[in-house]
């Protein structure tokens, strides 16, 4: 059974960083892509970021651009996500999604229950 | 980016009685491979969203026959032809043919 947990979420000042993870279990890690998506409280989905299975491929939103990082290790079967700089428009529940793809793709075929990150003072 | 437009914004729909959800992309979703990748999704209350269809019309490992998705270009559909209460949720409509990959807005398909 593919299993996606994230952590690292909570309450972060302006400002701040904070570090995702999220780990997979139940299918072969390296083989895949994965992604971050996230939504807003009482809002639709966004996608933030995405890493091909080598991780030789990465992409963002223009929202994130140079202050996020997606990194993934496929050695720990662990997908990261470093976000820097955070503001009160990154305040969301994110979301950790494999993709059908070892490139990225786009089909996200199973998700993670999110972590909640909170961006206030 | 490519924006996506998703109509109506709400559907509450008797049970037993179809349902169906428009897609519009801001341009064609035809990818230089050939393939168009355009998926729906699916949020129940609470939950995280699940994939129902890729590429149009490929109904994903254990989603019911009664999801159906259609379209070309930059129109797509998504239809259910006959909605039961574990439907009830909101639908997201997806491209991913150009980065940044983008969602439409949502329709919530409620019961009647």
């Known amino acids: 059974e593919v299993q996606l947990v994230e952590s690292g979420g909570g309450l972060v000042q302006p400002g701040r960083s904070l570090r995702l993870s999220c780990a997979a279990s139940?299918?072969?890690?390296?083989?895949?892509?994965m992604h971050w998506v996230r939504q807003a409280p009482g809002k639709g989905l966004e996608w933030v970021s995405g890493?091909?299975?080598?991780?030789?491929?990465?992409d963002y939103a223009d929202s994130v651009k140079g202050r996020f990082t997606i990194s993934r290790d496929n050695a720990r079967n662990s997908l990261y996500l470093q976000m820097n700089s955070l503001g009160p428009e990154d305040t969301a529940l994110y979301y950790c999604?494999?993709?059908?793809?070892?490139?990225?793709?786009?089909?996200?075929?199973?998700w993670g229950q999110g972590t909640l990150v909170t961006v206030s003072s | 980016d490519i924006v996506m437009t998703q109509t109506p914004l709400s559907s509450p729909v008797t049970l037993g009685q179809p349902a169906s959800i428009s897609c519009r992309s801001s341009?064609?979703?035809?990818?230089?491979?050939?393939?168009?990748?355009l998926s729906w999704l699916q949020q129940r209350p609470g939950q995280p969203p699940r994939l129902l269809i890729y590429?149009?019309?490929n109904r994903f490992s254990g989603v019911p026959d009664r999801f159906s998705g259609s379209g070309a270009g930059t129109d797509f559909t998504l239809k259910i032809s006959r909605v039961e209460a574990e439907d009830v949720g909101v639908y997201y409509c997806m491209q991913a043919t150009q980065f940044p990959f983008t969602f439409g807005g949502g329709t919530k398909v409620e019961i009647k």
């Open positions: 139940g299918f072969t890690f390296d083989d895949y892509a």
């Open positions: 890493i091909s299975w080598n991780s030789g491929n990465m």
């Open positions: 999604a494999k993709d059908r793809s070892g490139a990225v793709a786009g089909d996200f075929d199973y």
């Open positions: 341009q064609s979703l035809v990818h230089s491979d050939g393939n168009t990748y």
């Open positions: 590429k149009i019309s």
